[in-house]
């Protein structure tokens, strides 16, 4: 930022108001970092305490592991983005370990009780892809050291976003579970359209903040709202093509369903304009219906969203057992390592949050929806904070991200919206999820360091007046 | 199997636990809220700064200093100021170098702003370009083509 050309009778010097030795809170972040490695390794150990009788063995490593990992993300916060928000790497740290410990748990029920399906260890390498995550996130802080830098990139990280989306489409045996989703090679695969969520979201800010003004102010004025013209709904018409596009080829609702209603809620941050809401629902309800009609995919999901106790033994048994679980787990949950999780089917990833529930009940439940709510109010204050339109938008697109996809995630497992398919942010199984969504954090934490770092100039203002002697300021 | 009294203390120490993390990130948001507003203070213009201290409550009048409307004075609301060349505008400007949707002074709890609405030669504070929404505090001069307005109490 250049540094302000100081008007008549503006003293540099009053910038600094009293009391404001601006804290960095890095302080804080220590500490409920701390609380939150206490808190997973807790569960760790109540959960081998439960179900063994004794600690396990790899508790160690994993606790030595985990904090590591953490203290490493905090000293590079420390040194890259100093004036980061203090509660984003916390709660992802708790979120992320409240995971982890699940996925632990059942890896346990799995070798213990030999549920119906064939188990595997998933625990470490969870923890592996977390390490990886946080290798993307110090990557990302290092290397945008400021968030504007992205907004010209924008069309490159479009095209990347869509050739990542379409991938998995065009692609040969990409297919797990009906949805082809997946990019295989050796030995694991990988879930490009997280990753695309965040191009695409970069390039919607950048997008939106250019054309804003014409999408918010030509507009006709009819029934108290104001509808845009014509040719301004082309971007909305491209998302919801494109949304319906990966519909119709990856047979993935949640993608789908994601990516629309973060296209059509950065649009109304933008502009202002309640009428794009509504504009959004309709085309929603139309795609919705004209969907239901022809795909048999999205017809049984909507059956079993509707009535799932009349499928309960095809279709849908997920949901069923989900609900049974959260019926289990009542008020207070079973205690963990008290429950039958591994009851549900694909509990390790989509239905993580009916684990949660049955063995930590209601009020755990709540909690850690209330730790997501934390997340995304940080989010959207540094987006309310932060100066530039272009940051402004980027934190409120990456924050509504994460609660519509927590909200329609909590939504199918517990039977309030159909069944979609997508991962809940950080506490899923899932590397390519993990990893994609570290990445988001690490913008966050981005751009919530522009939003409160002090304006940096008028701190180092009054040292260059005194080195510059011969500036003259002009009336 | 360890003893019924054991699971019991787990289980809701557990929630406990959980909770306590809850309520101390509550508190540091509670402390962004109510506490040290450094990260609001600190992108406030200097000038803005001193006058809130001085206590005087927010501008009662908008009055243009230079150019062709010098002296006009317009009595400031609860509504936004829209100011450009067209018709509709609060202050229709008859300036070459204001576009017909120039800029836009909002009041957002008692304090104004001033936004560039997307204007051809820019709307300037303080010598200052105007990008986003940026405070206007009394007597800080917007320059918007040959027309100088300033906020007056």
Redesign the interface.
């Known amino acids: 930022m250049a540094a ?2 100081n ?1 008549p ?4 010097r ?2 600094i ?1 009293p ?2 030795a ?2 960095t ?1 890095r302080g ?1 972040e220590l500490l ?1 970092l701390g ?2 490695v ?2 997973t390794l ?2 760790h150990l ?1 959960i081998d ?2 179900v063994t ?1 004794s600690p396990g063995t790899e508790l160690v490593t994993f606790g030595i592991w985990f904090s590591a990992l953490w203290l490493v993300a905090h000293v590079v916060v420390r040194r890259f983005a100093p004036y980061a928000d ?2 984003l790497l ?2 992802v740290a ?1 979120l992320s370990g409240l995971g982890l410990s699940m996925i632990h748990r059942l890896d346990i029920a799995g070798t213990q009780l030999g549920g119906d399906e064939p188990t595997s260890v998933d625990a470490p390498v969870q923890l592996v892809w977390a390490t990886v995550g946080l290798a993307l996130f110090i990557a990302v802080l290092v290397i945008v050291r400021d968030h504007r830098a992205l907004a010209r990139f924008a069309y490159t990280l479009a095209l990347i976003g869509l050739v990542l989306l379409a991938l998995p489409a065009v692609l040969p045996n990409s297919e797990i579970n009906g949805a082809k989703l997946w990019i295989r090679f050796g030995g694991f695969s990988i879930q490009p359209g997280e990753f695309a969520k965040i191009c695409l979201i970069v390039f919607f800010a950048a997008y939106l903040v250019d054309k804003r ?1 014409v999408l918010a ?1 030509a507009s006709r004025r009819v029934l108290r709202l104001e509808l845009p013209r014509g040719r301004d709904l082309g971007p909305v018409l491209l998302a919801w093509v494109a949304s319906i596009l990966v519909l119709v080829f990856e047979r993935d609702l949640g993608s789908s369903l994601l990516l629309f209603g973060i296209f059509v809620v950065m649009l109304y941050v933008a502009t202002e304009r309640a009428s794009w809401l509504v504009i959004g629902l309709l085309l929603f309800a139309g795609g919705a219906f004209v969907a239901y009609q022809l795909f048999s995919h999205v017809r049984v999901r909507v059956d079993t969203w509707l009535d799932p106790f009349a499928y309960a033994d095809t279709g849908g048994y997920q949901v069923v057992q989900s609900l049974f679980s959260l019926g289990t787990g009542g008020l ?5 390592g ?1 429950g039958r999780p591994d009851q549900v089917p694909v509990a390790k990833s989509d239905f993580i949050a009916a684990a949660i529930g049955e063995e ?2 209601l ?2 439940l709540v ?2 929806i ?2 997501y709510l ?1 997340l995304v ?2 989010g959207l ?1 540094t987006s309310l ?1 932060v ?3 272009f940051g ?1 938008l980027l934190a409120a697109g990456l924050a509504f991200s994460l609660a519509w996809q927590v909200f329609v995630v909590l939504g199918g497992v517990t039977g309030l919206l159909p069944l979609t398919g997508l991962t809940t942010p950080f506490l899923a199984y899932g590397g390519s999820s993990l990893v994609a969504n570290f990445g988001l954090v690490a913008l966050l934490v981005r751009i919530s360091d522009a ?5 940096a100039t ?1 701190t180092s203002t009054p040292a260059k007046l005194t080195d510059a002697p011969t500036e003259v300021v002009q009336q | 199997m360890p003893a019924e009294i054991v699971l019991q203390g787990f289980r809701f120490g557990f929630l406990i636990l959980l909770w306590l993390f809850v309520f101390a990130a509550f508190r540091v948001v509670r402390a962004d809220l109510f506490g040290g507003r450094a990260g609001r203070v600190a992108s406030v213009p200097p000038r803005a700064a001193a006058s809130r201290k001085r206590g005087g409550r927010g501008p009662r009048h908008l009055v243009v200093t230079a150019g062709p409307l010098s002296g006009t004075r317009i009595t400031l609301g609860e509504q936004a100021i829209l100011i450009g060349r067209a018709d509709d505008s609060t202050l229709v400007l008859t300036d070459d170098f204001a576009s017909s949707r120039h800029a836009r002074l909002t009041n957002r709890g008692g304090q104004w702003y001033v936004e560039d609405l997307g204007s051809t030669n820019g709307t300037y504070l303080d010598q200052q370009r105007v990008q986003g929404p940026l405070l206007v505090a009394p007597g800080q001069p917007i320059r918007i083509g040959q027309t100088v307005l300033e906020l007056r109490s």
């Open positions: 302000p050309v008007g009778g503006t003293d540099p009053a910038a108001a009391g404001t601006i804290p809170r804080t409920l609380f939150a206490l808190i807790a569960a109540i305490i439960t009788g203090p509660l916390p709660c708790v003004d102010l207070f949950g079973a205690g963990l008290g930590l009940g009020f755990g909690a850690m209330v730790i934390v109010e940080r204050r904070v100066r530039d339109g402004k939003a409160r770092r002090p304006a008028a």
